[in-house]
């Protein structure tokens, strides 16, 4: 009961996060799903995390409805006919969003908004259809109050993304997130700058590589959540991750690594992904009666595990004795190659691996480089990133990405801090982004050093938000705690500063 009453004694928390907490608290006191005592001594060395999912899970982490069904035939359950106009469009979307559970309990995907809006806009004077728009985004910034919550635009050029750039410029809101699904044969270099010049301004959106999505998940594929590659009409079971500095501290050396602790925590992390995946389809009710299964908006072959790791940098460090950071894992070749050695090895005993349930991926999990969680510290850095503090010019930088971004089809990505002469030239950033995508960079992400909106690990906040917390007043954002910690732990916002000719 302490623990209850630290969270409604928080006077940092609206009443909203209060609720959620305590429900997190409620689903982490159960014993239902039990795993086996190496996998319970795993979690307690640090090695195993299981992202604060809860023991006994009644929906998937991550789901991405098909909201081109909810315009052709509504939705039976909440009384939602197809729209014929762009007010009853954006109504019928506030009202799904607000059923649609995650992990957050908010939605992490709102829809590609742009090809999901632009025959409403259409018909609309472009004024009305901007103000319209706007209230749509106030109302998810004010309502969704979470900056998981996440939406699509592009590959091509259209009215509706363009409205939608500016309004983010505009209002500087937090949420929602977005990415640009960047293809260099459809989208135009004029909007492929309009989204830099926002993304320079307010940290979104950021650039997917649409070809690289589509050749693993085909067309109908969402990015949600931070940077999260999933299928539409699907999602993700679930997302535990292996900290792979702490399972490093077993090994006796780089050899002994590979050949016996990396199996071993790969095949305990595999465990926990069946027995949450088996128990979210057998015995949860999510995809027999929730409306969303029911009336097909998701569909249960489309979802997948997501495997995640982190902390790649520090495992290649300590394997190979190496305690300057500034010589090691993305400055140092040996590092660099031990890291391609650990990857080709976690992808292969995944994937070799039969997973339940995931029909549409031939029974198979897929691998994600996790962003990390506000309690980290320095000890790992997200996915397969160069440390914060020690990163090298960004061409160097974006070299190292391009080596592992290949592994991670549900999701990698880096962050880079341009310094403020780049609001003038944003052209000099297109050509780097072109030739990194081009390269095999799964995603591209960045923001001016000034601004207000910063993106932390994949996720964005205020810093005027983070400020409020220090003061310990209230943040409307679920999310401005998890900045708090990651600044104030990994100094998260503390990565190097683009500057020109570099």
């Not at 630290?6 to 795993?35: C, F, P, V």
């Not at 109504?91 to 809006?117: C, M, Q, W």
């Not at 969704?144 to 996440?150: E, G, K, N, Y």
Request: net charge negative.
């Amino acid at each position: 009961m302490s623990e209850a009453l630290n969270i409604i004694k928080d006077e940092t928390l609206t009443y909203r996060q209060e609720l959620i907490a305590l429900a997190r608290l409620g689903e982490s006191t159960d014993n239902t799903i039990r795993y086996s005592e190496a996998y319970y001594e795993g979690k307690r060395k640090g090695a195993l995390c299981d992202l604060n999912e809860g023991v006994m899970p009644y929906r998937p982490r991550y789901i991405c409805p098909d909201y081109d069904l909810l315009f052709e035939k509504g939705c039976a359950f909440l009384g939602i006919e197809p729209p014929t106009d762009l007010l009853e469009a954006v109504n019928a979307l506030e009202i799904f969003y607000a059923h649609v559970p995650s992990i957050t309990t908010y939605p992490v995907y709102l829809g590609d908004l742009d090809k999901l809006l632009t025959p409403f806009v259409e018909k609309e004077d472009p004024a009305f259809a901007k103000k319209v728009l706007k209230l749509f985004l106030l109302q998810i910034d004010k309502v969704l109050t979470d900056s998981f919550v996440h939406f699509d635009i592009g590959p091509e050029d259209n009215p509706t993304a363009r409205m939608l750039l500016e309004l983010t410029e505009e209002m500087q809101l937090a949420v929602p997130n977005i990415t640009l699904k960047y293809d260099p044969e459809r989208t135009s270099d004029d909007f492929a700058l309009a989204c830099i010049r926002c993304m320079l301004k307010t940290a979104k959106p950021s650039f997917a590589n649409h070809r690289m999505f589509v050749s693993e998940w085909g067309e109908d594929y969402a990015i949600a959540s931070c940077y999260n590659g999933l299928k539409k009409a699907g999602g993700g079971f679930t997302l535990p991750r292996m900290r792979l500095y702490e399972c490093s501290l077993d090994a006796s050396d780089a050899d002994d690594f590979l050949n016996r602790v990396l199996p071993h925590y790969i095949d305990l992390q595999l465990e926990y992904m069946d027995k949450r995946v088996r128990f979210i389809v057998e015995e949860s009710t999510f995809f027999k009666d929730n409306f969303l299964s029911t009336e097909g908006f998701v569909k249960q072959e489309n979802f997948t595990g997501m495997f995640g790791v982190v902390g790649l940098a520090e495992c290649c460090n300590n394997l190979l004795g190496i305690t300057d950071k500034k010589k090691g894992f993305g400055l140092n070749r040996e590092a660099t190659q031990l890291g391609v050695r650990i990857m080709d090895a976690i992808e292969k005993r995944v994937s070799e691996h039969v997973a339940p349930y995931c029909d549409a991926f031939d029974h198979r999990y897929r691998l994600h480089a996790q962003v990390g969680i506000d309690t980290d510290g320095m000890q790992d850095s997200p996915g397969t990133r160069i440390p914060i503090g020690v990163e090298p010019t960004m061409l160097e930088q974006l070299e190292v990405n391009e080596i592992f971004h290949k592994y991670f089809p549900t999701g990698t990505g880096d962050i880079f801090k341009f310094e403020e002469t780049y609001i003038k030239t944003p052209e000099a950033i297109l050509p780097i982004i072109k030739g990194s995508l081009a390269n095999g960079l799964r995603y591209f992400s960045g923001y001016l050093e000034n601004n207000d909106v910063v993106r932390v690990t994949g996720y964005l906040v205020k810093k005027s938000e983070i400020e409020k917390l220090n003061q310990r007043k209230q943040s409307l954002n679920n999310v401005t705690v998890f900045g708090k910690g990651a600044q104030d732990g990994a100094h998260a916002l503390d990565r190097r500063i683009q500057k020109h000719g570099e």
